[in-house]
């Protein structure tokens, strides 16, 4: 079949594809590329494009598909086409730049995804191709949902999950040690206040083991490790400052986010928050690239388990350690899984600021430290100490609590501070009030995801001295009155906010009669 | 547990909720609401929000939830929030209103979709209440999408299909008439050109049944039943309109969109289409939820099977058959469903006002007429005549065959347009050219794909004049050169953009050397 030339007359050269002016248009779609457009545009008009069309839109060798949002006139000329801040960064044009913009042919690897959707099994290639184009941007929201939900529940095999664990290491930079083992450590999450990090990483580095710790910003948990360590040190270092720190100190504990190690990882996360699920196969493969990606030979990972942690059940915690277990050696790291309680938050401060000072007071060996957080901190230091080779089976605990006791533990924690930038002291919150007991009795059931709320609403983490001092773990005998948390806040709006949802939850912290 | 007053003062009178006033922003993000605020404003300083966080929006007694996207300060005062056209409309605000803007608690009916995600099989009550969110606007696009896909497949029982059924005919309003049988025709589609409905319904009407058909317009094909219709006279009616049509003329083609009998099926169509996925399950709880809103209780069913069109063979023609069959009865419709041939094109013409042609010839028993598209709308015709009682078993083809070949169908057909407001003549487009065979041989496959999106680059159904005009039906002996395709454009550009893409085409229509 061939086209002829048309039976009246046409303008005898060939049409350019169109272009227009790029314009920062200064609106924050958080990551999805967003182009904005003139209804009456000649582009919009000879292309036929409607509002939500994906479009491809092309800037000297940069390219991006983006979905394309239909404006008024008055916000655009008709040549120009405005950019989300996410399109503006990831296709790196200047203010009025020529773009091209076309339509965009089906991407073969949505295909993969619906295969999916109709119950078909992938393999690495065909993850390996979603997951770059999902990198690259070429995935709209809506078509993350669908692969992320394709493959939520039960619905990837082992052999997928080691596949997409992966593609999702290869998708990013990954990082050389000249050091053999590389030690890391992992909590799944879901437990407010389990800030043992920052202790374990002192610990296993002063006792000479290279811990090269990079630590998430809290997304929906009221603080995540870096920005509790924020309030202690700078966290957001460059590949290269870290690796200056790790070379002086052995360990480090920075933002992974700054050294970007895994954009896919950083590209689901968000939706997987919108849809607030964490599926086995999808969690799995993200801690196990993200541990890949940094370099990592060696990993101990700490699991919480209760009714309102990320993992309700023994049973489901055996599940997920198999597979954990199968889909580290698969791609080569030694992985010790250990099952910790997650019933109650850990430690008593729970937002950045306090709890880097429980951190504070458990590496000063301070008489009023937490027990719970100086406990669960040994252990996996001592797991770690063991997988390290630095100590015999059985006997990782007690060698953790001497590198702690010595306070070495706390002199390579100050070291470590210095050298990503100095040691900050944590801030104090301005407004506070307390929460109590209604009646004399036993605390017996604690809602970490209540408490979080709370701890959100006073400002954690954006306001890194807001959050929720945590005074009466399970089992604590109270006395009616007899204060329950405390709340601080930056401001009196969000004090007020916190208490009105905390006095709407009685079941945050829950009292029988005793 | 009770919230005491804080340690440190605090105004006495209570924070109200943050409010803003609304502005209408002036962009169109399709049908999801879309609040935008300044990353500066009080509320998202106080509240905490961030790019992507689903809001609740309440001004007066109407209350939405909107997805925020923070802007730059030059387009907002700092008390100002911009709502998207979707947002706009559905809160029904005027300019400078005030409104609220708070935290949303998370939905009871996405825990249904979670289950879903996780394998589980959901009741009625279950789905209705993803239903009637859905509906509400309170699903943003991604939790759509996580849906859709979480019920993709075969992932739904037949139970859960007849829930769904049911849940989404619940969701809108539902026409009764004062008449039995009430009779309707239905196309999965997939076939460009198979406009048989006009014809159709005017064979039923002239028997006498009453057949009060609404059609959808294109959403991604070049023409839907109501764009077609449109060329031959008006179709978006009020029901009190659509009725008197009915009572007057027992039917009517007009638009669905207009009545808006299906809100829940206008929610997951747009992002059904986003995926270009269409489950089964789905779609059967679409269609028939679609023909009981209408007031139908005899439906015959058009399913076209070929490689290029939506059944791809005659297996899955089966298994939908069946899931049909068992959905329609439980929700009380009779219904038959006849397989066709789905390998080429219906008639000749692919565009509003080509496809209108031939439905005029086929009308007036004009000799040029395409006998495939008379012969098919004669054996649905036929087939809904003898559901409908108007004729014995076995008779309904010869029977509707009179009534068109009488002139009875055509007569009717004009009693209908005008009854809608007056008969139209279908427009010719300006600009025409040719595709031709580059061989001698015979037509041995047609993608139906293909030739949908070349009629849609000739522009077709924005302009109903344009469209494809296709002359060599499978098993056409060609010579070199001779035409396969006439495409009409209503602008030069619009027909440049589709010769090009017919020429890097040239499997659109095969020829073999025979």
Redesign the interface.
């Known amino acids: 079949?061939?086209?002829?030339?048309?039976?009246?007359s046409?303008?005898s050269v060939?049409?350019a594809r169109p272009t227009v002016r790029a314009r920062r248009f200064?609106?924050?779609?958080?990551q999805e590329p967003v182009i904005?457009m003139r209804?009456d545009c000649e582009v919009c008009r000879?292309?036929?494009f409607?509002?939500?069309t994906r479009l491809r839109v092309t800037a000297g060798d940069r390219e991006i598909i983006a979905t394309l949002?239909?404006?008024?006139d008055?916000?655009l000329e008709v040549d120009e086409a405005g950019l989300?801040e996410a399109a503006w960064r990831l296709l790196g044009v200047e203010e009025g730049d020529l773009m091209t913009v076309g339509h965009v042919e089906?991407l073969d690897s949505?295909s993969h995804v619906?295969a999916k959707?109709?119950?078909q099994t992938l393999n690495e290639a065909q993850l390996g191709a979603i997951v770059q184009d999902a990198v690259a941007g070429r995935y709209?929201?809506?078509?993350?949902?669908?692969f992320?939900?394709?493959t939520?529940?039960?619905?990837m095999t082992v052999e997928e999950t080691v596949a997409l664990t992966r593609a999702m290491t290869r998708a990013g930079d990954r990082l050389r040690w000249d050091a053999f083992p590389v030690v890391d450590k992992h909590c799944v999450g879901g437990l407010p206040g389990n800030r043992t990090t920052p202790i374990v990483v002192a610990i296993a580095a002063a006792e000479g083991l290279v811990i090269p710790k990079t630590s998430s910003r809290a997304i929906t948990s009221p603080a995540g490790t870096a920005d509790t360590m924020e309030t202690l040190a700078p966290v957001t270092l460059s590949i290269e400052q870290m690796r200056r720190v790790v070379e002086r100190e052995q360990g480090c504990v920075v933002w992974g986010g700054s050294v970007g190690l895994s954009p896919a990882d950083e590209t689901f996360i968000?939706?997987e928050r919108?849809?607030?699920?964490d599926?086995p196969g999808q969690m799995v493969a993200s801690v196990l690239s993200k541990k890949a990606a940094a370099g990592s030979t060696h990993v101990v990972l700490d699991l919480p388990v209760g009714p309102t942690a990320k993992v309700r059940d023994f049973e489901s915690a055996r599940t997920l350690s198999r597979l954990l277990v199968a889909c580290a050696e698969a791609v080569g790291l030694h992985l010790r899984v250990v099952t910790t309680d997650g019933r109650q938050p850990v430690g008593r401060g729970i937002g950045p600021a306090l709890e880097a000072r429980d951190i504070l007071a458990v590496l000063r060996n301070e008489a009023a430290a937490p027990a719970d957080l100086r406990m669960r901190s040994l252990e996996l230091a001592g797991e770690l100490l063991e997988l390290g080779g630095k100590c015999a089976p059985g006997s990782g605990v007690r060698c953790a609590e001497r590198v702690l006791a010595g306070g070495r533990a706390w002199d390579k924690f100050q070291a470590i501070c210095e050298a990503q930038g100095g040691m900050r002291v944590p801030p104090v919150a301005?407004?506070?009030?307390?929460?109590?007991?209604?009646r004399a009795g036993v605390v017996h059931a604690i809602d970490n995801r209540r408490l979080s709320r709370i701890a959100?609403l006073c400002?954690a983490p954006?306001a890194p001295a807001a959050g929720v001092t945590f005074l009466a773990p399970l089992g604590t005998q109270v006395r009616c009155g007899q204060p329950?948390l405390q709340?601080h806040a930056e401001?009196?709006?969000?004090?007020?906010?916190a208490?009105?949802y905390?006095?709407q939850?009685?079941?945050?912290?829950?009292?029988t009669d005793g």
């Open positions: 079949m061939i086209a002829v030339p048309p039976s009246t046409l303008p060939a049409v200064g609106i924050d779609t958080y904005y209804r000879a292309e036929g409607e509002a939500h949002n239909v404006t008024l008055h916000f989300s089906p949505l619906r959707m109709y119950g709209s929201d809506v078509e993350l949902a669908a992320l939900t394709a939520a529940g039960d619905r968000r939706i919108a849809l607030d699920v599926s301005p407004y506070t009030a307390e929460v109590t007991a209604d959100k400002g954006q329950l709340l401001t009196p709006g969000e004090l007020r906010y208490l009105d905390a006095r939850n009685p079941a945050t912290v829950a009292v």
